[in-house]
């Protein structure tokens, strides 16, 4: 019987995509609480393994043993369907992401504009689940996704339309492919294109932390005022599914800032490019996001709205129009 | 009033903040009418953990209720302690030894620290950042050590007697409490750098969660609450009591009435605590910490007396009436939070949830204090 | 304009001077004990539930059952009993009941006993299942410790 190879890869890398999805959302969470606790003078997990090297694994038996409880009165399709409709498109995005010049399970032309678009459908996840389950605290929860929804992903996609321009291409490979050899070549520093770029990625990265739901915009959540937000009502694995999917947003927003600003599996130095440089970049930003989360207090959906249209959105159009003058002059 | 409140709110819905609510510290209730995210209507419902003190203080002679006082505020139970012997010796005209009252006031200085630091921590918290609890925590551990090692307790010290203290204090409290001083004025800038100054939090407290003057005097708010509204009005200033009038300090006074006032009056009351102690540690006389004739069973003349103190929260007034017999006929407390708390309704009218959530943390609330 | 652009610079620099404080004490060494693998030394004041002082010279309690402990006690969860015995001066304890599920650590009992027969112990790691438990005779657990 004949099998197309390619299915084959494709099927592997399925499988390793979803395996390094949920690894990841496994041990970000130890990472988290690991880095959290030395910020704070702490040691943090302990008991469980080495370094509590095994804690991720008990947390997830003590999650799927849980009885998964749905109250009464919930929706029960939209409350069941929730959690994986934040998971699934996470996992959808690996498939277009590029580890390095060979280690990508499909590399579409539109690349990008398929990562933005799957990223959307984590907000309409979260409403779903939230507006499903009934409960006040996260029908508040649910309004405040969407406001802050509309407040990011307006100067994201400015900047990185302004990154398209520049590389010509929504390939993840080809944008690149067009920033080796050396971190000067990097978009963060491409001082050629705009003398904003670094600017550009502080946006990028803000929106990113706002697209992910991480402190300081995580309001959606807020504990201290919404109780668990949108997840009020969910236990066992239906919480964990969302925190997995959280998490496997994460990795998805700092692998796409590596690709696009950090110059992907270029090393700065010009030697040895591959995919250990990708990975280094990528938890970089991501001890980047947890530290950040440790560090500030939360933001209100209004002072994220007011950053929005008042700073990132006016900064990114300046860029974008500096950017195409210079296109064009040079 | 916002406009938004004032136009006539067609769909609002009750959301019960409570009991048990992570940003209420405690079993407060607080009901409230929404329309939308703004609060149309807020209703603290208090009384989930009432003990009544006050009648337990009239079942119980005067010494016995001497522990209870410092189950009402835990944060600052040191001051609440000296309300409760203040008054008893006022009434019984007990002498009470100069070093005693230099030892009441360092270590109430030092526990308003503590409570300071602790509110610090927790109203942070309220704002979402978890960095700052646990380094106020790191610094509030060492008070609680210093005040361990001369009450033998860490929360409910019961340090004060009527005539005196408990305990005289070592050499090595002196040179601990000198070094936390040092300790804590050496932290105070980082505190400033990490959140004081943080465009987060200022963006969140500025002009945010107004209490103005009339309404602190309508309701009768007292401590840093009024003190962020521009009154200056402290106990140890104003009514002077023990040994503060020879103590050299300033009361904090903002006019802003925001919320970031209120958070700034105590972090310079931190600083001006550490001033008071500093000077109690180097004027310390020597001498007993206990008055010679004190009666072992107190009856106190007939008659009705008051003694305010100046806690972390504002003004405890302890007001009792003596038949003369061996326990008091009537005792009333008179606690700040309480006051402080009845103008959180009208405060936070037509607020947004996290704004008016910022406010609660603000007003710095014990629950058990209110609920006494 | 120039406010505005000063704002977001000095708020931006705010924001990384955080970072800079956090990171600092994430290479810091922890402060925090590892209990219960470590654990710190009571303070001689440490005041924990009250126990019985034996009188050195005969071995038995110190206690003279004046019944002072129990008067002064706020929430009356101290029991004394005493007998009158031939040729022994004063009364004999034979009963002295803490009721510490009631007790609330004040320490007047302590304050209040002239004789000194009752002290603080050191205990601290008070956990149990059954409220009985924590009817403490004392004049057992002194018997106990001989």
Redesign the interface.
């Known amino acids: 019987m004949y099998v197309d190879p390619e299915i084959i890869r494709l099927l592997a890398f399925l499988i390793g995509v979803i395996a390094f999805a949920a690894l990841n959302a496994a041990y970000l969470v130890w990472l988290e609480r690991k880095?959290?606790?030395?910020?704070?003078?702490?040691?943090g997990p302990?008991e469980v393994g080495p370094f509590g090297l095994f804690q991720p694994l008990v947390d997830g038996i003590k999650l799927m043993t849980k009885q998964l409880i749905v109250p009464a009165g919930v929706d029960p399709v939209l409350f069941k369907i929730a959690p994986i409709l934040v998971m699934v498109p996470a996992i959808m995005s690996f498939v277009t992401i590029p580890f390095s010049d060979t280690l990508v399970a499909r590399n579409l032309d539109i690349g990008l504009l398929a990562i933005f678009a799957f990223a959307s459908v984590n907000v309409l996840g979260l409403l779903l689940g939230a507006w499903g389950s009934r409960n006040?605290?996260a029908v508040?929860s649910a309004?405040?996704v969407v406001s802050q929804n509309v407040a990011y992903e307006i100067p994201m996609l400015v900047t990185v339309v302004t990154l398209v321009m520049i590389s010509g291409t929504m390939n993840l490979s080809k944008i690149v492919g067009l920033q080796m050899g050396g971190f000067w070549h990097w978009n963060i520093f491409n001082f050629s294109a705009s003398p904003l770029m670094p600017v550009a990625f502080?946006i990028f990265f803000v929106c990113m932390l706002a697209e992910t739901n991480r402190?300081?915009f995580?309001?959606a959540e807020?504990?201290?005022?919404l109780?668990a937000g949108a997840f009020t009502e969910y236990s066992g694995m239906g919480f964990g599914v969302f925190f997995m999917g959280e998490y496997a947003n994460i990795v998805i927003g700092a692998s796409v800032a590596t690709i696009l600003f950090l110059g992907g599996w270029d090393c700065p130095f010009g030697l040895f490019p591959g995919v250990h440089w990708f990975l280094i970049k990528m938890y970089f930003l991501i001890f980047t996001v947890i530290?950040?989360?440790?560090?500030?207090?939360?933001?209100?959906?209004?002072?994220l709205l007011?950053l929005s249209w008042k700073?990132l959105i006016p900064i990114s159009f300046v860029n974008l129009i500096l950017t195409s003058a210079m296109l064009k002059v040079f | 009033m916002s406009a938004f409140a004032e136009s006539e709110a067609k769909e609002t819905?009750v959301?019960n903040l409570g009991p048990q609510?992570?940003?209420t510290h405690g079993v407060l209730r607080v009901k409230l009418t929404m329309d939308?995210?703004y609060i149309v209507e807020a209703e603290p419902v208090l009384g989930y953990i009432h003990r009544m003190h006050e009648k337990m203080g009239e079942n119980r002679t005067w010494a016995q209720f001497l522990p209870n006082t410092g189950r009402m505020d835990y944060l600052h139970a040191l001051a609440f302690n000296h309300g409760y012997v203040s008054v008893v010796e006022r009434a019984a005209g007990i002498e009470v030894p100069e070093r005693a009252e230099y030892l009441r006031v360092i270590t109430s200085e030092l526990n308003r620290v503590s409570s300071h630091l602790l509110w610090f921590g927790a109203f942070?918290?309220?704002?979402?950042?978890?960095?700052p609890l646990?380094?106020a925590f790191?610094d509030r551990e060492h008070i609680l050590d210093l005040l361990e090692s001369v009450t033998g307790s860490r929360l409910t010290y019961c340090y004060f007697r009527f005539g005196g203290v408990y305990n005289d204090i070592d050499g090595d409290f002196v040179v601990g409490a000198r070094a936390f001083i040092k300790r804590l004025r050496g932290r105070m800038p980082m505190y400033h750098n990490?959140?004081t100054k943080?465009i987060?939090?200022m963006?969140?407290l500025r002009e945010v969660g107004p209490i103005s003057a009339e309404m602190c005097r309508k309701y009768g708010a007292t401590g840093p609450v009024c003190r962020g509204s521009g009154i200056n009005f402290d106990v140890r200033k104003h009514e002077p009591y023990s040994i503060y009038p020879e103590m050299d300090f300033e009361v904090p006074v903002y006019e802003q009435c925001d919320s970031m006032a209120r958070y700034m009056v105590r972090m310079d009351e931190i600083e001006q605590s550490l001033r008071i102690v500093e000077q109690a540690l180097d004027k310390l006389p020597e001498g007993p910490v206990m008055a010679d004739k004190v009666p072992k069973i107190i009856k106190p003349p007939k008659g009705d007396y008051y003694h305010a103190v100046e806690t972390a929260r504002g003004s405890f007034g302890v007001r009792v009436v003596s038949d003369g017999s061996n326990t008091p006929y009537r005792l009333k407390l008179r606690s700040p939070t309480y006051s402080n708390l009845s103008l959180y309704g009208e405060a936070c009218q037509g607020m947004?949830?996290?704004?008016a959530?910022a406010l609660m943390g603000s007003l710095d609330l014990v629950i058990p204090e209110i609920d006494r | 304009m120039i406010d505005y652009l000063r704002e977001?610079i000095s708020g931006?620099w705010s924001?990384f001077v955080?970072?800079g404080?956090?990171?600092r004490?994430?290479f810091?060494?922890?402060?925090?004990v590892?209990y219960p693998h470590e654990t710190l030394p009571m303070t001689p004041r440490f005041r924990g539930h009250i126990e019985l002082v034996k009188d050195e010279e005969t071995g038995e309690p110190k206690c003279i059952v004046c019944g002072m402990c129990q008067k002064a006690c706020p929430s009356n969860c101290i029991t004394v009993n005493g007998e009158k015995r031939e040729g022994v001066k004063g009364k004999v304890l034979t009963e002295y009941t803490l009721d510490f599920t009631k007790c609330s650590l004040c320490g007047l009992c302590v304050e209040s006993c002239t004789p000194k027969a009752i002290t603080f112990s050191k205990d601290y790691n008070l956990a149990g299942v059954r409220k009985e438990a924590y009817i403490f005779d004392l004049k057992k657990r002194l018997e106990a410790k001989n």
């Not at chain 1, 807020?222 to 005022?225: G, I, L, Q, R, Y």
């Not at chain 2, 942070?124 to 960095?131: A, K, Q």
């Not at chain 3, 810091?28 to 925090?32: E, K, L, N, Y």
């Open positions: 880095e959290a606790a030395h910020i704070q003078r702490r040691i302990k006040k605290y508040i309004a405040r502080l402190a300081p995580d309001m807020a504990e201290s005022e109780v530290w950040i989360r440790w560090t500030y207090p939360r933001t209100t959906f209004y002072g007011n700073i | 819905f959301l609510h992570p940003a939308g995210e942070i918290l309220d704002l979402g950042g978890f960095s646990l380094y790191d990490l959140v943080n987060i939090l963006k969140r947004l949830l996290p704004d959530l | 977001i931006t924001l955080g970072l404080i956090t990171i004490y994430f810091q060494p922890v402060v925090t590892q």
